[in-house]
Nanobody, 125 residues
Framework: QVQLVESGGGLVQPGDSLRLSCQAS???????MAWFRQAPGADREFVGA????????YYADSVKGRFTISRDGAKNTVHLQMNNLKPEDSAVYYC???????????????????WGQGTQVTVAA
């Protein structure tokens, strides 16, 4: 069992920045942590992910160049730095954890067995 604790989120204006954090109760060498988001009336969509065994981050095209995922291995934590936020980034953001996530599935919700409670991000003038 893995517990995920998310922090960050809030209400910001377009162009502002926010940082979300997600701490896992444990990690294993072949695990991955990801961020998904869900806007009202929309499907949950992939935002970005990081594989724990030294892989690089992966991003959705919609956030590439604006969002950055980093990890703090000592704290089993990943951060999602969101810059130049847009109104269309408004959503509930969920952290997810998966064991043995293969590269071809890294953007798929079904690859992640554990989910955080979600944190609201609202971008509005």
């Amino acid at each position: 069992q893995v517990q995920l604790v998310e922090s960050g989120g809030g209400l910001v204006q377009p162009g502002d920045s926010l940082r979300l954090s997600c701490q896992a109760s444990r990690t294993v060498s072949n695990s991955a942590m990801a961020w998904f988001r869900q806007a009202p009336g929309a499907d949950r969509e992939f935002v970005g992910a990081y594989r724990w065994n030294g892989g690089r981050p992966y991003y959705a095209d919609s956030v590439k160049g604006r969002f950055t995922i980093s990890r703090d291995g000592a704290k089993n934590t990943v951060h999602l730095q969101m810059n130049n936020l847009k109104p269309e980034d408004s959503a509930v953001y969920y952290c997810a954890f998966g064991n043995g996530v293969i590269l071809s599935a890294i953007r798929s919700q079904v690859a992640y067995a554990y989910w955080g409670q979600g944190t609201q991000v609202t971008v509005a003038a």
